[in-house]
């Protein structure tokens, strides 16, 4: 069988051509720049990185146990007000039964206090323990009153001012008559004292506020809720 020289003359060009590929492929794979080699991680490296990682997680760990201390504070605080406060409602109309009681006594006259009746002296004595006992019981629980009396200095914080007395002879803001006694629970004004101030004097003079029988000065003049 013969062989078509045509046959033979493309048989030699493509394997021609695929030599000079071959070349081409070679000779571009050695002039290709060395990739660089990955840089080598040493003792050193991985000891800083380890240092790092332990000052954030300590710094986390402070982190977390400020926050939980100042929540275990602020739980104790509301925990504490709670028990304080909890029973300002009831305390503040306990002092309105104590304010009737005060008020049956001074509507006694003062000639049959002095007569010595048995009947309403026992009676008397019956309703002063009652104020007494009930007073007390209240500052058991917290519930303490405001000293105000004529000559203090006016204190928004623990006063309230129901009227005016003209009076030049008295500094201004002078507490003149106490109409109702005030009290406190805890460090908070349960109720103010009502008074009575001087208007039309001097300037008065700062004066330290008023205490509450032990109530912290700087309790606040807004009413336990």
């Given at each position: 069988m013969t062989t078509n020289p045509k046959d033979q003359s493309a048989t030699a060009e493509n394997q021609t051509e695929e030599t000079v590929v071959d070349a081409a492929a070679a000779n571009e794979a050695a002039n290709a720049p060395e990739e660089s080699a990955a840089p080598e991680v040493t003792e050193e490296d991985v000891l800083l990185k380890l240092t790092r990682e332990n000052e954030e997680l300590k710094d986390r760990a402070l982190r977390l146990a400020?926050?939980?201390?100042?929540?275990?504070?602020?739980?104790?605080?509301?925990?504490?007000?709670?028990?304080?406060?909890?029973?300002?409602?009831?305390?503040?109309d306990m002092l309105v039964v104590s304010d009737n009681l005060q008020r049956a006594l001074q509507a006694v006259p003062?000639?049959?206090?002095?007569?010595?009746e048995n009947g309403l002296k026992a009676l008397i004595e019956g309703v002063e323990m009652t104020e007494r006992l009930m007073l007390s019981t209240l500052e058991r629980h917290g519930v303490k009153r405001i000293e105000a009396a004529e000559g203090q200095r006016f204190d928004p914080n623990f006063h309230q001012a129901m009227f005016e007395v003209p009076n030049p002879e008295v500094p201004a803001n002078t507490v003149v008559q106490v109409v109702q006694a005030g009290y406190v629970i805890g460090e908070r004004v349960l109720r103010p004292a009502l008074v009575g101030v001087s208007t039309g004097g001097p300037k008065a003079a700062p004066a330290e506020q008023p205490s509450a029988n032990g109530a912290a000065d700087g309790a606040g003049g807004t009413e336990a809720k």
């Open positions: 400020a926050e939980m201390e100042n929540l275990r504070r602020r739980t104790q605080r509301d925990v504490a007000d709670a028990r304080a406060f909890s029973i300002a409602n009831f305390a503040r003062a000639e049959a206090r002095e007569s010595g």
